[in-house]
């Protein structure tokens, strides 16, 4: 059965180092997601990708961060300087364009643990 | 700011019996509506997801929504000790819009 995966499966970083989190979303899918964790609390959206554009991001998704479709199968969260608050898990989804008037399914990517010291 | 509230948990049930799992949402705009498991440590797992007003069975699980009321529930019958993890409610909008998440509610099933 098609998955999302993600790489790495752990990163650990200085404070104000850049980080590169990478997905290969399910092949057919369109959309792209990326969501983060924080450990004990709920899981937040922080932005969608369609059609090589941002088409939503969250409030949590600053300047420091950016997304890009690099090739027809990866899909990255950068953040460009880390700070300890961005410690989290960071989940990538994928969802197909369905049309059926809600939002479609989105499977979620076994995610990234980012660790910032 | 909108919100999707889950009951509070943790939850415990006993194995064969059934958990029933809680949901209100405060967007009257969202359509579509999705449980995931999360087992700790783990990605959140897809599995229900409803659209319309009433219930969707699939297996041991079913989905139940009220629109008018804003309130999503999840039933697991004959739960297992597998079935142990936070289960997760989920609201969309639209095709592709993002997915707001409850806190979860934690099961417990004791064999």
Redesign the interface.
Known sequence: EPEVTQTPSHQVTQMGQEVILRCVPISNH??F?W?RQILG?????LV?F?NNEI??K?EIFDDQFSVERPDGSNFTLKIRSTKLEDSA?Y?CAS?A???????????????TRLTVL | QKEVEQNSGPLSVPEGAIASLNCTYSDRGS??F?W?RQYSG?????IM?I?SNGDKEDGRFTAQLNKASQYVSLLIRDSQPSDSATY?C???????????????TQLTVNP
């Not at chain 2, 989920?90 to 979860?104: D, H, I, N, P, W």
């Open positions: 369109l959309y997601y969501y609390q709920k899981v937040e959206f969608s369609y088409s939503e969250s898990m989940f969802s364009l369905i049309g059926r008037g809600g939002g479609d399914e989105q499977f979620f990517g076994p995610g | 359509q579509s999705f995931y783990k990605s959140p797992e897809l997801f659209y997760l989920a609201s969309g909008e639209t095709s592709g819009s993002r997915l707001t998440f409850g806190e979860g």
